[in-house]
Structures are given as structure tokens and as C-alpha cells.
T-cell receptor, first 111, second 115 residues
């Protein structure tokens, strides 16, 4: 079953704007990861944040994690048309090895 | 180096037929995962292999679904007596054992359509 809920389900912005996506989860986790998917096929790993970390940066990506609220956010700064894709959060739950995915946010960046 | 590969890319079958989906993980990766993604949805976990044993099969939706893995290499997901509800993209991922920093690398998926 899916435990992650992502918000918004769809987001449309102009090139150059920032995009923020949120993810909530329900259980205790080891880490939370964000993935990107183009055209409904393979997923590309973007960033991993451990449960004892609060914020992490990678290039134009900024991820925050609030374990007390069981939520995470992904910020993409200075968006580009090539960022158009679906973005999924996934949690590695305590005691498990498989990831539990959210339902995803479809991001459309207009050139 | 080569990433995770899956075959076939696309498979169209008739209801009631059996299908086999193949996954070649990244060389040296001990863990292998199968997920299913229905149209417009997130990924559902199916089964996880560590080496050639499957400690977690909790996601297999019915006894029509089975998977095996030879050594720390190729895995095959078999769906018997396919139903239309089995139509989805089946994604495979592999990872090396890195504990809490584990990153899963995904293949391109097999798109299955059951008519």
C-alpha cells in the first residue's frame, strides 16, 4: 500500500520560477528519497535525506525533512523546461528494505 | 558502467496467458527489487531479493505472481493466467548493501498490457 501522500498532485509553473512539492508519510523511517520519472518509465534517484538530517542540498535541489510532522519538501530553484517530469518521494521504513512510494507530483515547466 | 536493464520493453498478451519479465541488475548489487506502477500512480512494492533468497514477498498481489533470482544476477518475474488488472509498468531496481544510505537504481521498466 502507498503510505506517502504528495501535494500538489500537479503543478504548472513558468521557467525560472521555483517549484515546491510536499510529501507526508505515516511510519518510522530510516531515510526519505526523492525520485524523478520521465514519461512513465524508469526512475532517476535525485537525493536521499536520512532521518537524523533536517535539510540537504544538491545543485538546484533543496530537501527538508521534519520527522515530528512526518513530512518532507522538495524545492527546485530556477526551474527549466527540462525539469518537466513526475516527482516521487519514497521512504525506507524502519526494519524494511523496500521503498514505499508516494503517488507523485506531476510538474510542468512552461518555457 | 551499465545500469539496470529489463526485457522486454513492452509486452502485449491475452488474458489467461503467462508472461515472464526479466531484470538484469547492476553488476555487484546484492539486492534486487520488483515494483509495479499502474497508470498515473506511484510504485507498489512486490518482492525483494537479497542474493537469491527472497526475505520479503509481502507485496505479491496473488499466487499468480512469482519471482526467482539466480545467484546475485538475473531475476525473472512470472505472472500466470494474466488478468486485465495486471496491466501496468513493472519496474526492477537494484542496490548494494549500504544500510540506511541505500540508494536503489531503477531499470526502464516493462510495460505490460493484458487484453
Amino acid at each position: 500500500s502507498q503510505q506517502g501522500e504528495e501535494d500538489p498532485q500537479a503543478l504548472s509553473i513558468q521557467e525560472g520560477e521555483n517549484a515546491t512539492m510536499n510529501c507526508s508519510y505515516k511510519t518510522s523511517i530510516n531515510n526519505l528519497q526523492w525520485y524523478r520519472q520521465n514519461s512513465g518509465r524508469g526512475l532517476v534517484h535525485l537525493i536521499l535525506i536520512r532521518s537524523n538530517e533536517r535539510e540537504k542540498h544538491s545543485g538546484r535541489l533543496r530537501v527538508t525533512l521534519d520527522t515530528s510532522k512526518k513530512s518532507s519538501s522538495l524545492l527546485i530553484t530556477a526551474s527549466r523546461a527540462a525539469d518537466t517530469a513526475s516527482y516521487f518521494c519514497a521512504t525506507l521504513d524502519t526494519g524494511r528494505r523496500a521503498l514505499t512510494f508516494g503517488s507523485g507530483t506531476r510538474l510542468q515547466v512552461q518555457p | 558502467g551499465a545500469g539496470v536493464s529489463q526485457s522486454p520493453s513492452n509486452k502485449v498478451t491475452e488474458k489467461g496467458k503467462d508472461v515472464e519479465l526479466r531484470c538484469d541488475p547492476i553488476s555487484g548489487h546484492t539486492a534486487l527489487y520488483w515494483y509495479r506502477q499502474r497508470l498515473g500512480q506511484g510504485l507498489e512494492f512486490l518482492i525483494y531479493f537479497q542474493g537469491n533468497s527472497a526475505p520479503d514477498k509481502s507485496g505479491l498481489p496473488s499466487d499468480r505472481f512469482s519471482a526467482e533470482r539466480t545467484g546475485e544476477s538475473v531475476s525473472t518475474l512470472t505472472i500466470q493466467r494474466t488478468q486485465q488488472e495486471d496491466s501496468a509498468v513493472y519496474l526492477c531496481a537494484s542496490s548494494s548493501r549500504q544500510g540506511a544510505r541505500e540508494t536503489q537504481y531503477f531499470g526502464p521498466g516493462t510495460r505490460l498490457l493484458v487484453l
